[in-house]
């Protein structure tokens, strides 16, 4: 069994002013952890959950049952709430209030909730309820990755902990087997890491670079078979468009030459200077790329936004 706080990788002075506030028992009732997902917010929130809980001491020890029980998710202190089909409906909010109301077995009481602005209408203002007046020893970090979509109201009775993306080397440390590459697309983000890796595998990575090359190829005005199999594909649209932006946005940096920003696509950058490439056009390109990751977000068919895309993006040249 562990210490959780002690697994954390690339935020120990927000871990460390954390740990100050609950040492002097000044740690606010609800905190919102913002930034990019996957870099450790949910984490540092179970790192400071099993602190919360310990029954030896003010930090976690890491050896009591109560830090034990946090660690493999299974404490009758913590209660975690995360989406179900993109939505966090009241009925599920319901739940806090009686979880509260137990008799109270450690040191305090700690509510998880993941992607709090994916919460209803009603199950934001029942939150609310619980939030204005929370029981003693009762804490709630809400996790999020879009703190702007989170309510007002739920904002003003929170304290907002910004995170940031991990450096290469404490992703590495978390991912040793990652190529350099790999660590340069994932932006420090471990699940763009992960997602990366498997699009590289599954050949989608390459997919979408000859649908970008094919947009400077004056032949090429409409999909071809392989380009219409691929944005048909429902597995890799995702992957397509993410891609696509990632490369877009290569080219641009490779096009303003003297710049401290880095490529996210490294093993493409000497094919991506090949190609006769007008700025213009990829600002417009880029900028349709846009339109599409929103009519990916409404829910359009997403095989027919990426044909759109193409159609608009070949013509412009």
């Known amino acids: 069994m562990a210490i959780l706080a002690h697994a ?93 109301e137990l008799k109270q077995s450690g040191r305090s009481r700690i509510v998880i909730i993941e992607n709090p602005e994916s919460l209803n209408l009603f199950a934001a203002n029942a939150l609310l309820k619980t939030l204005e007046e929370p029981p003693d020893q009762t804490y709630f970090f809400l996790i999020s990755s879009s703190p702007w979509k989170v309510l007002p109201t739920i904002k003003s009775r929170s304290i907002t902990i910004q995170f940031s993306s991990l450096a290469d080397s404490d992703l590495k440390a978390l991912l040793p087997e990652l190529a350099d590459w790999t660590l340069a697309a994932a932006q420090g983000q471990v699940d763009k890491a992960l997602n990366v890796q498997q699009w590289d595998q599954e050949g989608y990575r390459q997919d979408a670079f000859y649908v970008f090359r094919s947009l400077f190829e004056n032949k090429i005005r409409s999909p071809d078979d392989r380009i219409h199999q691929s944005f048909h594909n429902k ?37 991506i200077k090949k190609q006769e490439i007008k700025t213009s056009h990829l600002s417009i390109i ?28 070949a013509y412009a040249n």
């Open 286 to 313: 880029f900028q349709e790329l846009l339109i599409t990751e929103k009519y990916f977000k409404q829910n359009v068919d997403r095989a027919l936004a990426l044909e759109h895309f193409y159609i608009k993006a």
């Open 8 to 100: 954390i990788k690339g935020h120990s002075q927000t871990l460390e002013k954390l740990e100050g506030l609950i040492k002097s028992s000044t740690l606010p009732k609800c905190l919102i952890f913002s930034g990019p997902s996957g870099v450790g917010k949910k984490q540092v929130a179970l790192a400071l959950s099993q602190h919360l809980v310990c029954e030896k001491g003010v930090l976690a020890c890491g050896s009591c049952g109560a830090c034990q029980r946090l660690e493999l998710l299974k404490s009758e202190s913590l209660m975690m709430l995360s989406p179900e089909n993109d939505m966090i409906r009241i009925d599920e909010v319901k739940k806090i209030l009686p979880f509260l």
């Open 235 to 271: 597995a890799a649209q995702v992957a397509l468009l993410e891609c696509l932006l990632s490369l877009t946005r290569d080219a641009l940096v490779l096009k303003l030459g003297h710049t401290p920003l880095k490529t996210f696509n490294p093993d493409f950058e000497e094919q």
